[in-house]
């Protein structure tokens, strides 16, 4: 009694943990069905088959239920005395679970008891019931119980993928077996008929339509070709019907894309060809009346209800969304880890600029030296008691006008001093030379506390900056990356048919919807076997022109792989050429130009004030800063303002460098040109010349610099000429108007004979008196073919 009520609550507790689900009901139809089928119109094993693979999968509750539809099918079937000795078999399995335990040797068990059981019976039936056991009766048995066995063990597949008891993952067996279990009991289901129309041969036409309306020839010919097997070996239909729902459901796929109506249409025609073609004319009306009924519940049924069957038919769709979720729950943390420090950062930095009120106020700290001057000379003077007693309030007025006149003219002497004051003062002299003192004192303190002050604000734009820069890292992570698992495939069958060795391909779209595919191989060991081939089968496959994003292979020594990256090739290239002339030993100018991301070109001209060394530092400085800067992801205006913030803390109050920034989107041919403080940058498209202007103040001048942009469409064949002021102040009468002419009159097009040109030009016009450091640099657009 005790043990009884163990187990009760065992079966309480598996209840619970799976309760009744629409997928149940579906299940037990399917093994009621299933149950029903004649297989050769003598054996019966599917009902017991998937008895058997139901428990393997499901809790031992679920199994005497599934078990009690499967007798009921057996039941249902006219001939009682062959469908008796499955019932047997069917009961025997669900006690046989219960006493079971759950353990890997579970299904070889289960399996052999029943097969044997099963001949078991079927002999006892022929020997002493019927009275005709034959070697054919023995035959047939035991093929029935070989059927059944590889049966069960497919099943298992379709049973665990439908109730997801098995992995996520889903594998062409699962399929196979699940389509196989709806097919098989499709065709246990009692026929309707009235006059020539037949319910079965409806709903096949049917699913024949959907499936061509949904996935195409390949599926529809396919489904067509399996649920003629199906049914012509349960009995239920001639063998001929195989050639026609294979045949008509290749056709109508064929205009899948042309709708409902042509793909029906296509389906009839098909259908009378082959059946005048098989000679079945005395079964072509009743045949083509079924096949019209069905193609117009296919014609009326809603496309919404087509869509739904597509998402649940779609297992690559499946098998993807765990690959999603996994990737969306890691994207989800690192967007929430840096979102927090990217808020952290710019609290800090709001802190940072508050610029909060000193302790002492303006008041406070001339009332402060007036107390310092009185207790330093007065305190001790005779005449205390009348200036500070008897006189306060003129005497502190005194006090406080001359403390203003020496702040505000660095100092005051006894000329400064109001008469009536002068010939009342026992100690002026001395209380003139403790003033200067302490307004050179707070002067001091004021200028050190603004250099703070500014540093502190230099401080926080930097980690202001930082901050969006880790804030458009999340909006960089949380746009979605698409998964190309077609494309993967595609790619994988043309690396076996070229013989390319390979682990794993992954093709993805990026945020800004390029392509990107990267190789996984074994390591080869610098043999170079990942060659140039593996570039030409990418690009063939998606159509896009693709390159190498490095040339040396990143390498996994733990686990013997490397791996390499393809990305889409720019629509553009870009060639620069330098021509310099220094005045000094050391150029004053520096510059830059070069691919700091793929698909992004810079060009950059820094010109530090005055010449040599100290000019080179500062513009050797925003160069460098700027090269790693925007190779770190920094936009520019973050660029710009943190080079500004850098040259502005130098001790020195005149450092200061101009910056002439050109950004080049190589995919969309567009440039964007930053200017501050440098001089005009010259586009040259034929012999036309635009002439982009400067508009604000060189960097490390001010704390807050406006930064502005113009944005330019290239064309291939133009060319950006930058240069550095000495080059415009060549012809200080003409400026930039002696450039913009020699531009429109040069017919050539190499970058390196323009820069080397210009440069000549500006040499000629200063003649044996070169003033400043020059610097051309020339860059040449192209459109790739």
């Not at 597949?157 to 709806?182: A, P």
């Not at 001209?605 to 005055?610: E, R, V």
């Not at 508009?695 to 291939?716: A, N, R, T, Y």
């Not at 000549?760 to 040449?780: C, R």
Request: aromatic residues 10%; glycine residues 6%.
């Amino acid at each position: 009694m005790l043990q009884r009520e163990v187990l009760t609550k065992k079966e309480f507790r598996a209840l619970k943990r799976d309760k009744l689900k629409v997928q149940h009901l579906f299940l037990f139809a399917f093994i009621f069905f299933a149950s029903r089928v004649f297989f050769l119109k003598e054996i019966m094993p599917f009902g017991l088959a998937l008895l058997i693979a139901v428990s393997q999968v499901l809790e031992k509750e679920w199994v005497l239920v599934c078990g009690i539809f499967s007798i009921l099918g057996y039941l249902t079937q006219g001939d009682i005395l062959v469908s008796r000795s499955h019932i047997f078999v069917a009961a025997w399995i669900m006690l046989f679970n219960l006493i079971l335990k759950n353990e890997k040797s579970k299904f070889i068990k289960m399996a052999v008891t029943t097969s044997l059981l099963n001949v078991g019976v079927s002999f006892a039936l022929h020997r002493y019931i019927l009275n005709n056991l034959t070697l054919y009766d023995i035959i047939s048995s035991s093929f029935e119980a070989f059927i059944m066995i590889s049966s069960s063990y497919l099943f298992t597949y379709g049973v665990s993928y439908y109730f997801n008891k098995k992995s996520v993952d889903i594998v062409k067996e699962e399929i196979i077996s699940l389509i196989l279990i709806i097919l098989i009991s499709f065709a246990g289901l009692w026929d309707i008929n009235y006059m020539d129309i037949s319910l079965k041969s409806i709903l096949t036409v049917l699913f024949i339509l959907i499936a061509a309306q949904l996935r195409g020839s390949q599926v529809a010919s396919t489904i067509g070709l399996l649920l003629g097997f199906v049914l012509s070996f349960s009995g239920n239909t001639s063998t001929y019907v195989l050639g026609v729902y294979g045949f008509s459901g290749l056709i109508a796929g064929a205009f899948k894309d042309m709708g409902k109506i042509v793909v029906s249409a296509a389906y009839i025609i098909s259908s009378i060809v082959v059946m005048i073609y098989s000679g079945k004319i005395e079964f072509l009306v009743p045949f083509i009346l079924n096949v019209s009924l069905a193609s117009v519940i296919f014609i009326l049924v809603p496309r919404s209800l087509l869509e739904k069957i597509e998402i649940s038919l779609d297992f690559e769709r499946k098998k993807i969304i765990p690959q999603k979720i996994y990737m969306e729950r890691i994207k989800n943390y690192i967007n929430t880890k840096l979102d927090a420090v990217s808020k952290s950062l710019n609290s800090l930095s709001s802190i940072l600029t508050e610029r909060y009120e000193n302790n002492l106020s303006r008041a406070n700290e001339i009332k402060g030296v007036i107390e310092k001057v009185a207790n330093k000379v007065c305190a001790n003077c005779d005449a205390k008691h009348f200036c500070w007693t008897e006189d306060t309030y003129y005497t502190y007025d005194i006090f406080f006008e001359m403390l203003r006149f020496a702040e505000k003219n660095g100092k005051i002497d006894i000329r400064q001093v109001p008469d009536s004051f002068n010939f009342k003062c026992l100690k002026l002299n001395e209380i003139i030379r403790h003033i200067n003192f302490e307004i050179e004192i707070l002067r001091i303190n004021n200028r050190w506390a603004k250099k703070l002050l500014n540093s502190k604000v230099i401080l926080a734009e930097q980690i202001k900056g930082i901050s969006g820069v880790v804030s458009d890292i999340v909006k960089d992570i949380t746009k979605s990356f698409e998964f190309k698992n077609e494309l993967e495939e595609q790619i994988a069958v043309l690396l076996d048919l070229n013989d390319i060795k390979y682990r794993d391909v992954l093709v993805t779209k990026n945020s800004n919807n390029k392509f990107e595919v990267t190789i996984y191989g074994n390591a080869c060991l610098g043999k170079s076997l990942c060659n140039n081939d593996i570039v030409k089968i990418v690009s063939q496959a998606l159509g896009k022109r693709m390159v190498r994003e490095s040339t040396m292979c990143k390498l996994d020594n733990e686990n013997n792989v490397c791996h390499f990256k393809l990305v889409e090739a720019e629509n553009f290239g870009v060639a620069s050429s330098v021509a310099r002339y220094s005045k000094e030993d050391v150029s004053g100018d520096s510059y830059y130009f070069g691919n700091v991301a793929p698909g992004r070109y810079v060009i950059a001209i820094s010109d530090g004030m005055g010449s040599g060394f100290e000019a080179a530092m500062e513009s050797n400085t925003t160069i460098a800063l700027i090269e790693k800067f925007m190779e770190a992801g920094f936009d520019r205006n973050t660029t710009i303002k943190a080079i500004n913030s850098i040259l502005l803390l130098k001790n020195k109050s005149d450092s200061f460098a101009t910056v002439d920034l050109g950004i080049i989107d190589l995919y969309e041919g567009i440039g964007e040109f930053i200017k501050v403080g440098a001089v005009s940058t010259f586009i040259k498209s034929g012999f036309d010349v635009e002439v982009i202007e400067n508009k604000s103040l060189p960097i490390g001048i001010v704390d807050e610099i406006e930064i502005e942009s113009e944005i330019h469409q290239f064309k291939s064949g133009d060319m950006i000429i930058m240069v550095s002021d000495g080059v415009v102040d060549a012809d200080r009468d003409l400026k930039e108007k002696w450039i913009v002419k020699l531009l429109r009159e040069y017919s050539g097009g190499n970058p390196k004979e323009l820069a080397d040109y210009i440069l000549n030009k500006a040499k000629e016009k200063y003649g044996n008196d070169i003033k400043d450091d020059l610097t051309v640099i020339v860059s040449k657009i192209w459109k790739v073919q």
